[in-house]
């Protein structure tokens, strides 16, 4: 049977193809909706993601006014900054001040930003197309997704 991550990424692909024909919008890149759509059961660590890719977004938008930024490195720039925000967000200590019952406990499943490089794609089209654009583009298209993997697997989906 092939690997859940790796049929998300391909529907996600063609969704994300999809919604970039039909509405001009583009779902923070091609392979983040199908990252997205997995772990729609676990909202911090989504809501983690966003919160990395709007500060990579500020600070390589913060760079820019000092620095030239365009193009590839515009590009370059924005993914490795994710890259170091991710790096930086797993080495922070996470306080539990609230128990919250959504909050996962058990061991193996941490809290945590999706992927590396996902931050950086996330701020890219943030910064291309607008943020209201692109999370709806997200999280409307990694909605898609989880529908169309629990019709194919026929049931509610986990990592």
Request: no cysteine; net charge negative.
């Amino acid at each position: 049977m092939i690997e859940l991550l790796t049929v998300s990424i391909g529907i996600g692909l063609a969704v994300s193809l999809l919604f970039s024909e039909m509405f001009g919008l583009a779902a923070g890149g091609m392979v983040v909706p199908g990252y997205f759509a997995l772990f729609l059961n676990r909202p911090v660590d989504i809501a983690l993601t966003l919160i990395a890719a709007l500060f990579t977004y500020f600070v390589v938008h913060l760079l820019s006014t000092f620095i030239i930024v365009y193009g590839k490195r515009r590009t370059v720039l924005m993914i490795l900054i994710g890259y170091l925000v991710r790096m930086m967000m797993t080495s922070l200590p996470i306080v539990d001040v609230v128990p919250l019952q959504w909050v996962p406990t058990e061991p193996g499943s941490e809290i945590a930003v999706i992927g590396y490089i996902i931050p950086g794609l996330i701020a890219i089209w943030i910064d291309r197309q607008g943020l209201v654009e692109t999370l709806s583009a997200l999280i409307t298209a990694s909605v898609v997704i989880r529908l169309i993997l629990i019709i194919i697997y026929g049931v509610e989906l986990s990592l």
